[in-house]
Each structure stands twice: as C-alpha cells, then as structure tokens.
C-alpha cells in the first residue's frame, strides 16, 4: 500500500498515527483559507427588451486584460480580431445568461449560446459589454 493510499485509509477509517489537519500552521497555512479567496466580486444584470438577463461579473484578472488587449490589436483580419476579442470578454465576465427563460451558467453553454445568438441578442451582449466595462474597467478598451 502506498502513502497516498495508506492515508486515505487512516483518514477514512480514523486510524493511523494523529497528524495535525494543516489549519494549524498558521493563518495562510495547508487547508486554511485565504482571505482573498473570499472575496466575491459583484455582479452587474443588464435585462433586454424581451427580459432576457445578462450577469456580468465585476471583477477582471489582469492576464484576461492583457489577453483581451492582445486579441484586440493583434495582427489578424481586424473584423476577426474585434469579434474575437469581445468573444472572449464574454467568456471571462459572463456568470449567466437567460434567454426566453431558458438560463445558461456552464461556460460551455454560455459559448455555445452566444455562437449561435440572433443579431439583436449580439448587440445585446456587445452593449452590456460596453456598459460594463465602462463602468467596471476604465482602463480596458470597450469593444
């Protein structure tokens, strides 16, 4: 029996020698809790004129910016690059979307939903966007 078994034997059984549970380390210690991984960013619904929702959440990592800002002006055909990019803008703030009631929360759902949105539902989606990241980002460049 190897240690990774042997371990989670003793855990499932109760036996085994006693080993601390890692909280005790200290504040930042194996199996605590940081504290910034509470934090919860806000999110933002914007509701279409059918009364559809889009939650946009309120929080941007600075890789996803970079990213976004790459795709933007990168050297592809610029109609692909600007459809590429706020693709992706909808990829990493999107938490959910309804559409005739019908709610998408997966990121794969969401995706798929978006590829196949009528051209008012992407002007939808484009100028929540835009309002969020006004809002939100000052320093991103809306698409």
Do not use: C
């Not at 890789?63 to 990019?85: H, I, N, P, S, V």
């Not at 979307?97 to 939808?124: C, D, H, I, N, P």
């Amino acid at each position: 029996m190897g240690k990774r078994a042997r371990k989670r034997f003793n855990e499932a059984t109760g036996s085994g020698p006693a080993r601390p549970s890692g909280k005790e380390t200290g504040p930042f210690g194996k199996g605590a809790a940081h504290p910034a991984s509470e934090i919860v960013a806000p999110i933002s619904v914007y509701t279409d004129p059918e009364g559809g929702e889009l939650e946009l959440r309120g929080s941007l990592t600075l890789k996803a910016r970079a990213e976004y800002a790459a795709t933007l002006g990168g050297g592809l055909d610029r109609d692909d690059a600007w459809q590429r990019a706020t693709e992706l803008l909808f990829e990493r703030l999107t938490v959910a979307w309804t559409v005739a009631g019908v709610r998408a929360e997966k990121q794969k759902e969401l995706l798929g939903r978006y590829r196949m949105a009528s051209a008012a539902e992407r002007q939808f989606v484009r100028d929540s966007l835009r309002a969020h990241v006004a809002e939100n980002f000052p320093d991103v460049e809306a698409p």
